[in-house]
Nanobody, 127 residues
Framework: EAQLVESGGGLVQAGGSLRLSCATS????????IGWFRQVPGKEREGVSC????????WYADSVKGRFTISSDNTKHTVYLQMNSLKPEDTAVYYC????????????????????WGQGTLVTVST
């Protein structure tokens, strides 16, 4: 059974930084894209970033390009999201996910086809 456990959320002032971690187990790490979605109440879940641990390729939403960096530690089966220059509009619950298809992040509503999710971690950016 796939397990994804997020950590690292919290409260930070605008302009600050946080690093999220997603520790995974129960599936073949290299065969999946692993990454992050975020969601605020009343809105659809949106793709933030994903990485292919097998070749290191990455994808970022336009709203976070240049501020967020995703990476993976293939020995620990863990993915990280370094978030810098945080803005109040980055406030959301961040969910880690694993899926064989990159399009699950890049296509609207692609998240609906993902079966493997973490429990979510709240990121709050204050003004």
């Amino acid at each position: 059974e796939a397990q994804l456990v997020e950590s690292g959320g919290g409260l930070v002032q605008a302009g600050g930084s946080l690093r999220l971690s997603c520790a995974t187990s129960g599936f073949k790490f290299d065969d999946f894209y692993i990454g992050w979605f975020r969601q605020v109440p009343g809105k659809e879940r949106e793709g933030v970033s994903c990485i292919s641990p097998s070749d290191g390729s990455t994808w970022y939403a336009d709203s976070v390009k240049g501020r967020f960096t995703i990476s993976s530690d293939n020995t620990k089966h863990t993915v990280y999201l370094q978030m810098n220059s945080l803005k109040p509009e980055d406030t959301a619950v961040y969910y880690c996910a694993a899926d064989p298809l990159r399009e699950s992040w890049t296509v609207a509503w692609g998240y609906r086809y993902i079966d493997n999710w973490g429990q979510g971690t709240l990121v709050t950016v204050s003004t």
